[in-house]
């Protein structure tokens, strides 16, 4: 079965500190790859997606991720975060035909 | 566009006793899904739905909870009688769906509701 980890549990940046969000995955074949981001006291947004073609991902606010099928892996990146970026990150994956599966979470926290 | 809704938004019990969850998901979305995410670990799907149909139920604990999707829209989620350890936050999640679970399939999540069982 499908497993995903994400290799922080927390972590706290300053402002303007460039970030990098690991996520990895057991299971290899056709895989759809999420982050999720969930701000405090809000519910859980799409940050971004990879279905297929170019393995660099570009989302809202900044944000992009790697697919790296050899690796395995899904790295969520941003290179000056804000205070605003303090969230919860999930990072999640689907195989085809098979359910979505979600890593741990990672919390970060931006100090201003 | 409205968001997935679901109600209550918090709900305490005791142990032993029942508790009901609905959920309303975004208007022409074929699949929802119910997911447990309790405090410090990532969403656990629960059971997932193609119109009113379960698709994948292999995490719910039949013993206790059990779910329905009677006219392919809105969906309640129960546990009867609850434990300590389903103290978790229940999200509703719904997606256009797609046939064999492939595709480009977003899920969008509602605010979900937080359960404390004393």
């Known amino acids: 079965a499908q497993s995903v980890s994400q290799h922080n549990h927390h972590v706290i940046l300053s402002e303007a500190a460039s970030l990098e969000l690991g996520c990895n995955y057991s299971y290899g074949g056709t895989v759809n790859l999420f982050w999720y981001v969930q701000y405090p006291g809000q519910h859980l947004q799409l940050l971004l997606k990879?279905?297929?073609?170019?393995?660099l991902v570009k989302g809202i606010k900044g944000f992009e991720a790697e697919f790296i099928k050899s690796k395995f892996s899904f790295n969520l990146r941003k290179p000056s975060v804000q205070w605003s970026d303090t969230a919860e990150y999930f990072c999640?994956?689907?195989?085809?035909?098979?359910?979505?599966?979600f890593g741990p979470g990672t919390r970060l926290s931006v100090l201003p | 566009e409205a968001g997935v809704a679901q109600s209550p938004r918090y709900k305490i019990i005791e142990k032993r006793q029942s508790v009901a969850f609905w959920c309303n998901p975004i208007s022409g979305h074929a699949t929802l899904y119910w997911y447990q995410q309790i405090l410090g670990q990532g969403p656990k799907l629960l059971i997932q739905f193609q119109n009113n149909g379960v698709v994948d139920d292999s995490q719910l604990p039949k013993d206790r909870f059990s779910a329905e999707r009677l006219k392919g829209v809105d969906s309640t989620l129960k546990i009867q009688p609850a434990k300590l350890e389903d103290s978790a936050v229940y999200l509703c999640a719904s997606s256009l769906g797609f046939p064999g679970g492939g595709g480009t399939d977003t899920q969008y999540f509602g605010p979900g509701t937080r359960l404390t069982v004393l």
């Open positions: 999640a994956v689907k195989n085809y035909g098979q359910n979505f599966v």
């Open positions: 990879y279905f297929s073609g170019d393995p």
